[in-house]
């Protein structure tokens, strides 16, 4: 089984930086994806930032340029550096693991940015 538990969510002003962790645990496997969803009220769950064991890195094209998504491999741990918030970033952010045995989530953070 996997775990993932997140932390750094809250509400931040607009222009302002916010930084998520994402700590992975359990039967983690060296080839993997980990990444950040995000899931606002009416709106599909989409996916905001994505990092491969490797260190390839793929973004949804409206936070290139103010997230940067890195990763610790030795402490399973990815991160989510958010500058440069807008109103439309908030939302729920979800943690997520993909990897041979499955994909896992977290239980997610709020973000919310307000004005």
């Known amino acids: 089984q996997v775990q993932l538990v997140e932390s750094g969510g809250g509400l931040v002003q607009a222009g302002g930086s916010l930084r998520l962790s994402c700590a992975a645990s359990g039967s983690i496997f060296s080839i993997n994806a980990m990444g950040w969803y995000r899931q606002a009220p009416g709106k599909q769950r989409e996916l905001v930032a994505s990092i491969t064991s490797g260190g390839s890195t793929n973004y949804l094209d409206s936070v290139k340029g103010r997230f940067t998504i890195s990763r610790d491999n030795a402490k399973n741990t990815v991160y989510l550096q958010m500058n440069s918030l807008k109103l439309e970033d908030t939302a729920a952010y979800y943690c997520?693991?993909?990897?041979?045995?499955?994909?896992?989530w977290g239980q997610g953070t709020q973000v919310t940015v307000s004005s």
């Open positions: 997520n693991l993909k990897q041979h045995s499955g994909s896992y």
